[in-house]
């Protein structure tokens, strides 16, 4: 739901959030399909500041001490369902459905590896409490698109995760476009880090969606400036994507503390690419090619894995 360079716009974010009333009864049912167990075994990393559901830490499931923490994020969720896309027979696809998917089939996977994993959630509603002044008539205003995104950071923060891990999907007028891109911060002090994780991400996600038999293009890894919100001049005047940039006097004081790397593996108003994201052969590609990245990127930089 980014905006393509030299492809279009994404979609308007209040155009997206139209949509919100009319699909959150269909959002309520995103889990169904995969993670039920691994939920019914989470805990609330920090209760109190969260959304019921939200920041949940799952431990490993391999015997021994944890090889470290990924932290996830399902974007997207609660009044925002991201954008919206038409698989091939006609079914409409939100993207805030598909990314809790992909979610959850990563929790399992890095369980099985021995990593403890925290996702920033686990239902189909917003990561943050609101407060007064983040909704209006149900849907998200400015701030509210905010203190949903930052709470994501806060999320990860609190769980002390060794890397970070964004899944979205992208989205474009042109209903032609198709690809898989991810990005990294290169404002952070750690951005050869977040280099090398989002080389990694975006190499086994497409790797394991050509052995689904999907050859979805490379549109290679990018620095995100460019990518963030524009809910707000101030999100533009930022021009960051807030679960990996820096802080901001007057604007952002907690961004991630650790190595960053967000991917968008499909274009969800892409039919064909629609009907794969929507499909389960898609969505566990896409979740074994992030749990592969981030145990390989952890057992080089941070232990075994």
């Known amino acids: 739901m980014r905006r393509v360079r030299g492809r279009g716009l994404r979609a308007g974010h209040g155009a997206r959030l139209a949509l919100a009333v009319a699909v ?11 993670g039920a167990d691994a939920v019914a075994r989470s805990r609330p990393v920090a209760a109190a500041r969260f959304a019921a559901g939200s920041c949940v830490s799952f431990a490993p499931s391999a015997p021994g001490r944890p090889h470290g ?18 698989t091939l ?20 996977l890095l369980r099985a590896k021995g ?30 698109v905010h203190n949903d995104l930052i709470a994501r950071d806060l999320c990860a923060n609190r769980a002390r995760a060794s890397i970070l891990i964004g899944v979205y999907f992208n989205a474009s007028a042109d209903t ?3 690809g898989s891109l991810t990005l ?8 050869r880090s977040s280099v090398a994780l989002a080389q990694l991400v975006q190499r086994d996600v497409l790797e394991r969606l050509a052995g689904a038999g999907a050859a979805i293009p490379d549109d290679g890894v990018h620095n995100d400036v460019g990518y963030g919100s524009a809910v707000t001049n101030a999100d ?5 994507l807030l679960i990996l940039g820096p802080a901001k006097h007057g604007y952002f004081s907690s961004p991630s503390q650790m190595p960053g790397a967000l991917i968008e593996p499909l274009f969800i ?29 952890l057992s080089t930089h941070h232990g075994p894995g």
């Open 24 to 34: 959150a009864g269909g959002l309520l049912g995103a889990a169904s399909r995969s």
């Open 69 to 86: 923490t990924v932290f996830i994020d399902a974007g997207h969720g609660g009044p925002d369902p991201g954008a919206v896309g038409v």
């Open 89 to 108: 027979a006609g079914k409409p696809v939100h993207e805030a459905d598909e990314t809790l998917r992909v979610a959850l089939d990563t929790v399992p």
């Open 115 to 144: 990593y403890r994993v925290v996702l920033s959630r686990t239902t189909a509603g917003a990561v943050a409490r609101p407060v007064p002044g983040d909704l209006s008539g149900g849907l998200f205003t400015g701030q509210g």
């Open 176 to 178: 032609a476009a198709g």
């Open 184 to 191: 990294y911060d290169a404002d952070r002090p750690f951005w």
């Open 236 to 240: 533009r005047a930022y021009g960051h």
């Open 269 to 297: 108003t892409n039919p064909t690419e629609a009907s794969l994201a929507d499909s389960r052969r898609g969505e566990q590609a896409i979740a074994g090619g992030i749990a592969r990245a981030a145990a390989q990127y």
